[in-house]
């Protein structure tokens, strides 16, 4: 490219492109700029830190490449992303293989990466201890959520390759222990499709009918052999199993994220076999020193029954003849109250209370009748003394004009009747005459009216009638 002030070549006569002449626009300067950079530079691998990181919706990635004392703006197309191995964050040292250039839209200085690796960590080590934390972080390895294995299941199942040495192991060891039905799910354990062919296989093992263990694994390999039993999508099915998973990947210093989600982890796939099942036996024997133990147990509790029976049946019989005094007390009381309220004792009560009475009124009766014959009497003797019975007894009469008794001459006439009461029997009269009362002597006489009627009951005046009769 010509400096400013050059002239023009002598070939063409013609000023070269970049001088005040003939002036380069921005465009064609920053494209000139990114072909030396290719030139000069080219592809290259740069170190740096990670700083400011975004990640577009677009997939493309965004960020900054710095060391102690520069930085410069680097990006990464989605084409190229999609390839990482492993999570790209903040902080992280990288080695980033690509090239630099000029934005031409605002003549930005950047880096274009195309290949990234973790400086000091390779790819797929960081990638593994990403999804480690990432799984530890969601509870996947906590020990609290680890099953126990079934003392003795029913069925055993497998999930690994069925022409490999694993699956041979496991059989070997299961049958020479405690020979039991094993279900194998033939699958792929390494390659690119091998990941989601075990997690299938595992989800299907864990819902079988009668399966109470799984086992997962293979025989060993290298990493990349073991990469399938690090995947994400296993760990997650082995997790979420309904059954306990024993883990048998590869051999004892080869530890996967497999074995760390399982609920044991076995060194090698004859050790998982041995883990699965007890030795027949040893079971026996277990089982005849259970028996004996049990024996022992139950005849020490059937005496310890016995004697709790005998104390319970002595103290039931104490109550029980507490229970039957009190009984037969509260019975004698309850027969003496009902003796007392018995009818024929109340009956007895009332004919003594009666008795009593009858005396009592009989004596009471006696002297007010006493009392009222002497007041009788002494009435008697008054009556007698003032009755006109007594007057009559002296040769007086009484006279009487039908009901009236005449007392004057002025109450009868001439020719009237009256009855004239002697003091034996009365006669009938008729009046003859009547004188009045200052005439001394009678100027009448009275004749009989009739025959004199024999003596029959004496009739008195009105005031004498209730003692008149003799």
């Not at 002595?314 to 009381?333: K, P, W």
Request: charge should be positive; glycine fraction near 8%; hydrophobic fraction near 40%.
């Amino acid at each position: 490219m010509p400096q400013e002030g050059e002239s023009a070549g002598p070939a063409t006569g013609q000023p070269r492109p970049g001088t005040r002449e003939r002036p380069l626009r921005v465009s064609l300067l920053l494209h000139g700029a990114n072909r030396v950079l290719d030139r000069q530079i080219g592809t290259i691998w740069v170190e740096g830190e990670v700083e400011s990181l975004v990640r577009a919706s677009s997939g493309h990635l965004y960020f900054s490449l710095k060391d102690a004392r520069s930085s410069i703006r680097a990006v990464m197309w989605r084409s190229d992303a999609v390839r990482l191995k492993f999570k790209l964050e903040d902080g992280q040292s990288i080695l980033c293989r690509g090239r630099v250039a000029i934005y031409d839209r605002d003549g930005k200085f950047q880096f274009y990466a195309q290949t990234i690796e973790p400086a000091g960590l390779g790819a797929d080590a960081l990638a593994f201890e990403q999804l480690k934390a990432k799984l530890a972080a969601a509870g996947l390895f906590a020990s609290e959520r680890k099953r126990p294995l079934p003392l003795l299941p029913r069925r055993i199942g497998v999930v690994t390759s069925k022409s490999g040495a694993a699956v041979r192991d496991i059989i070997r060891a299961v049958e020479r222990r405690f020979p039991v039905p094993i279900l194998i799910a033939d699958t792929r354990v390494q390659g690119p499709s091998a990941p989601a062919a075990i997690a299938r296989a595992i989800a299907a093992l864990g819902r079988c009918p009668g399966v109470d263990v799984l086992i997962v694994g293979r025989g060993g390999g290298s990493a990349g052999d073991l990469a399938a039993f690090n995947d994400e999508r296993v760990v997650r099915a082995v997790a979420a199993c309904p059954v306990p998973v024993i883990s048998a990947v590869g051999h004892e210093i080869d530890l996967s994220l497999t074995c760390l989600a399982a609920d044991r982890r076995a060194a090698t796939p004859t050790m998982a076999g041995e883990m699965a099942v007890p030795v027949l036996a040893d079971m026996s024997r277990r089982l005849a020193g259970e028996e004996r133990r049990l024996r022992r147990e139950l005849e020490h509790r059937l005496a310890v029954a016995r004697q709790e029976l005998d104390q319970l049946d002595a103290r039931a019989r104490h109550r029980l003849s507490r229970a039957l005094a009190e009984r037969r007390r509260r019975l004698a009381d309850a027969h003496h109250r009902l003796e007392t309220l018995h009818p024929r004792a109340r009956l007895l009560s009332h004919r003594a209370r009666l008795a009593d009475l009858e005396g009592r009124a009989g004596a009471a009766v006696g002297r007010r009748l006493s009392e009222r014959a002497r007041r009788f009497g002494a009435l008697g003797a008054r009556l007698d003394a003032l009755s006109p019975l007594r007057v009559l007894e002296r040769g007086y009469a009484l006279a009487r004009a039908g009901d009236v008794v005449v007392t004057s001459a002025s109450q009868v006439a001439p020719g009237d009747t009256l009855i004239v009461r002697l003091r034996r029997g009365q006669l009938g009269c008729r009046v003859e005459s009547v004188e009045p009362a200052c005439t001394v002597e009678p100027a009448c006489t009275v004749e009989p009216a009739g025959t004199v009627e024999s003596a029959g009951p004496v009739e008195t005046a009105d005031t004498v009638e209730t003692v008149a009769t003799e």
